[in-house]
């Protein structure tokens, strides 16, 4: 395990919180072990994890099962995993573990201390996505972790490919109210990604529609939630407004046309 220096200094360069890199660290040796499950990384964690260094920090880990699996048995393997990296990188995982099978599939929580002797510990979110409850389109991608630290986390990962990942992005405006979706799909529009051949079956899937009225008129709620979801995982916040409206134009040219 690296020491508290190191992650206090990382915390200081990169401009978050301790604890926002504490659990960055403890995500990448937990997705180490986590990689052996049938299931594909996806979402803002999958930017950051095995896609670009310097993204922003995420709370979650995400992905979609490619294989079908009953309640007990995926918690089960997440059990497995975690103490898997227990063992191997030093990080006091608790043994207890949250699990609960929800609409879309899974979700799990996982708690840990590293800096922290007392209070309550810190906490990683597992989201699951069910096989059937998700439509994958692109290949996979198998993935080295990106591992930004000193000590050695060498893991692979199987992963969305990053138009995919954009185009769920994309769809979640549509679907949920939440600042990171906004911030994604910001980002990953200045990219240059072509989504124009799966963003049709994507919403289609979900039976999602594209409901621009539905989304401006949530631009306040998007506002009011911008600082406190982002501004632990970034060290520059940008201007609200400059992002939604710069969206909402990509928007209009993409899923509009599409």
């Known amino acids: 395990m690296i020491t508290e220096f190191e992650i206090r200094e990382f915390a200081r360069k990169s401009g978050v919180p301790e604890t926002t890199v504490e659990r960055d660290y403890a995500q990448n040796w937990l997705l180490a072990y986590l990689s052996k499950l049938k299931m594909a990384l996806k979402g803002g964690t999958g930017i950051r ?15 979609t099962l490619l294989e079908d699996l009953e309640a007990d048995r995926v918690k089960e393997l997440i059990v497995k995993a975690m103490r898997e990296a227990k063992g191997d990188s030093g990080i006091s995982f608790d043994e207890n573990i949250r ?3 929800v ?19 810190l906490r990683i979110k597992i989201d699951i996505t069910k096989k059937e409850n998700e ?110 409206d710069e969206v909402m134009k990509f928007l209009g040219c993409v899923v509009w046309k599409s």
């Open 103 to 121: 609409e879309n599939g899974y979700e799990a929580a996982i708690y840990f201390r590293i800096l922290r002797r007392s209070g309550n510990p």
């Open 135 to 244: 439509v994958i389109i692109l290949p996979l991608e198998r993935r080295k972790i990106i591992h930004p630290y000193s000590d050695s986390c060498n893991a692979e990962v199987l992963a969305y490919s990053l138009q995919e990942i954009f185009a769920e992005k994309i769809r979640s405006l549509f679907q949920r109210t939440r600042p990171r979706d906004l911030y994604d799909v910001w980002y990953l529009s200045k990219l240059g990604l072509d989504v124009s051949g799966i963003i049709d079956e994507k919403f289609r899937f979900k039976g999602v529609k594209v409901d621009f009225d539905g989304l401006l008129s949530r631009k306040d709620d998007f506002r009011n939630a911008w600082e406190s979801s982002l501004r632990h995982q970034l060290k520059n916040l940008l201007d609200f407004d400059t992002v939604f």
């Open 49 to 63: 994890k095995v896609y670009i260094e310097d993204y922003r920090f995420s709370d979650d880990l995400d992905f």
């Open 99 to 101: 699990f609960k099978e």
